[in-house]
Nanobody, 126 residues
């Protein structure tokens, strides 16, 4: 059984920073491509960032490029999302996800992810 637990969300002013963490249970974390998604009120869940299981490949949504950084520490079974220069439009529930695929790539599409966390709220005030 794979479980994902996010933390690090909260309330921050526009221009501020937060770092989200996602701890994954299970012995095969290092073989899962990981991703972050978000869902704002009244909107569909959308892709934010993804990282291959080796960490050598990343992908970002255009809306967060240059502001957010995804990384992982396979020794700690943890994936991170560093969020800088936050904007009110970044307000959402952020979810981490794991893809059970043999390919070492940054997975963008939600349908390819097999495991999801419960989410952590990020609120950016103007």
């Amino acid at each position: 059984q794979v479980q994902l637990v996010e933390s690090g969300g909260g309330l921050v002013q526009a221009g501020g920073s937060l770092r989200l963490s996602c701890v994954v249970s299970g012995r095969t974390f290092r073989s899962y491509p990981m991703g972050w998604f978000r869902q704002a009120p009244g909107k569909k869940r959308e892709f934010v960032a993804a990282i291959s299981w080796s960490g050598g490949s990343t992908n970002y949504a255009d809306s967060v490029k240059g502001r957010f950084t995804i990384s992982r520490d396979n020794a700690k079974n943890t994936v991170y999302l560093q969020m800088n220069s936050l904007k009110p439009e970044d307000t959402a529930v952020y979810y981490c996800a794991a893809a059970q695929t043999p390919y070492n790539r940054a997975v963008v599409t939600q349908e390819e992810y097999d495991y999801w966390g419960q989410g952590t709220q990020v609120t950016v005030s103007s």
